[in-house]
């Protein structure tokens, strides 16, 4: 029964019908979560209802911020485990350049800095190439020798994963998240879940 409970308060179905990676959804439902790997510590996909933005309305990235920092404690809960925040907007210089991030989360349980940039749009290449100049500034002037290497994590409403491959170099501690406002109607969700059984034959 506790099973069950967990599995019905982590949106599992919902998960699962939405998920490409569906193997290790049931994979989490069995065994519950465990962290071997950076992406362990990130749930796909994220479903930000609780910000109470509508899906039709236009909304800016400052926008999205605001609704994000006003419901952090949730935002950290849906993102995943061991999270800590630090900071919004976070500026550092380079070569005379000033730079932001969004937000400056830390993660205690793989003892790193986690870098969020939000888009409110397509990702594209110089947002991929954005980030790993803010994870190399990081690695290199901020992170301390115990701590491990800084993720990046790119929360955006469209992503391909092609894009994302072609642009990245592999072993990349970047990561493109695709976010979801609310969860799909009821029928969007029957038509994922009869797709996933179709290939299962």
């Known amino acids: 029964m ?4 967990r599995q019905y308060n982590s949106s599992l179905y919902e998960r699962l019908a ?3 990676d569906k193997d290790a959804v049931m994979r989490l439902a069995q065994e519950g979560q465990t962290i071997s790997k950076p992406d362990d510590i990130l ?10 933005l509508k899906p039709e309305a236009v909304y800016s990235e400052s ?6 920092i006003d419901k952090l404690q949730q935002f950290m809960l849906e993102l995943g485990k061991g999270f800590l925040f630090e900071a919004r907007q976070k500026r550092f210089t380079f070569d005379e350049d000033n730079y ?3 937000l400056v989360l830390y993660n205690r349980l793989l003892q790193c800095f986690v870098l ?24 290199r002037h901020i992170k301390e020798d115990f701590e491990k290497p800084t993720i990046g994590i790119l929360l955006c ?23 979801a406002l609310y969860l799909p109607d009821k029928s969007v969700l029957q038509a994922k879940l009869k797709e996933w059984i179709d290939e299962q034959d």
Do not use: W
């Open 2 to 5: 506790r099973q069950l409970q």
């Open 18 to 20: 939405l998920s490409r």
């Open 43 to 52: 749930k796909n996909p994220l479903t930000l209802e609780f910000l109470g």
């Open 63 to 68: 926008k999205l911020e605001t609704a994000i």
């Open 100 to 102: 932001y991030v969004d």
């Open 116 to 139: 969020i940039d939000l888009k409110v749009g397509k990702l594209t290449h110089q947002d991929l190439g954005q980030m790993q100049m803010y994870v190399n500034y990081y690695d």
């Open 157 to 179: 409403k469209e992503k391909k994963d092609a894009l994302v491959e072609l642009t990245l170099p592999e072993n990349s501690n970047i990561y493109a998240q695709q976010y």
